[in-house]
């Protein structure tokens, strides 16, 4: 099984800031598939990153993927206040798993 | 709209069994293959099985094969998880979704894991004495 740890678990930030996720795979994962979502309580995880770095459908550009291997990165350039929530990195190369969660909450 | 549904969740003693339901609308349901993703409460995201377009492929986290088992009924656009052998740690709020790439021909068979672009709202499972 491909263990994904994410990092940090959790951190604090304003509206406006930049932030960096980490997902780091036990093995390597090929880019194509490499995932990410979003939760925010209450609803179901929404699709925003497939193939590493491609945004699904009616994801904004402030979203954006990159990484390849064994470590992958989810960047917001410029948080927006529907923005803070739970985000989750998930590799389906060998079987399916999720990372960790990382939640990002408002400074 | 596409959309699943699912039901079947509640509460359960510990031992027993339970039979989850998803029903898709809104997309070509054979095309498409089906996970299910559980998440306790306060708890991240975990896989609990998947089932191929055509039924005929079936896929399960590791920990949980022999007690669950997931299958399909596509002249209803429904899916089901047959859930036995219930412990404490299978509470949890039960998502069925959809996978991102629909299946052609005889990928039809096996396609199952891929990104997951829609979600239900989910049923919970509580197991409980």
């Known amino acids: 099984e491909i263990v994904l740890t994410q990092s940090p678990g959790a951190l604090s930030l304003s509206p406006g800031e930049r932030v960096t996720l980490s997902c780091r795979a036990s093995?390597?994962?090929?880019?194509?598939?490499l995932v990410w979502y979003q939760q925010k309580p209450g609803q179901p995880p929404r699709l925003l990153i497939y193939?590493?770095?491609t945004r699904a459908t009616g994801i904004p550009d402030r979203f954006s993927g990159s990484g390849s291997g064994t470590d992958f990165i989810l960047t917001i350039t410029r948080l927006e206040p529907e923005d803070f929530a739970m985000y989750y990195c998930?590799?389906?190369?060998?079987?399916?798993?999720f990372g960790g969660g990382t939640k990002v909450e408002i400074k | 709209e596409v959309r699943l549904l699912e039901s079947g969740g509640g509460l359960v003693q510990p031992g027993g069994s339970l039979r989850l339901s998803c029903v898709g609308s809104?997309?070509?349901?054979?095309?498409?293959?089906i996970n299910w993703v559980r998440q306790a409460p306060g708890k991240g995201l975990e896989w609990v099985a998947a089932?191929?377009?055509?039924?005929?492929?079936?896929y399960y986290a590791d920990s949980l094969k022999g007690r669950f088992t997931v299958s399909r009924d596509n002249s209803k656009n429904t899916l089901h998880l047959q859930m036995n052998s219930l412990r404490v740690e299978d509470t949890a709020l039960y998502y069925c979704?959809?996978?991102?790439?629909?299946?052609?021909?005889?990928?039809?068979?096996?396609?199952?894991?891929?990104?997951?672009?829609?979600w239900g709202q989910g049923t919970m499972v509580t197991v409980s004495s």
């Open positions: 979704a959809k996978t991102l790439r629909q299946c052609k021909g005889s990928s039809c068979s096996y396609f199952s894991l891929d990104a997951l672009d829609i």
């Open positions: 809104g997309f070509t349901f054979t095309s498409f293959a």
């Open positions: 089932v191929s377009g055509s039924g005929d492929g079936t």
């Open positions: 093995q390597s994962v090929p880019n194509s598939q």
């Open positions: 193939g590493a770095s």
């Open positions: 998930q590799q389906f190369g060998r079987s399916l798993t």
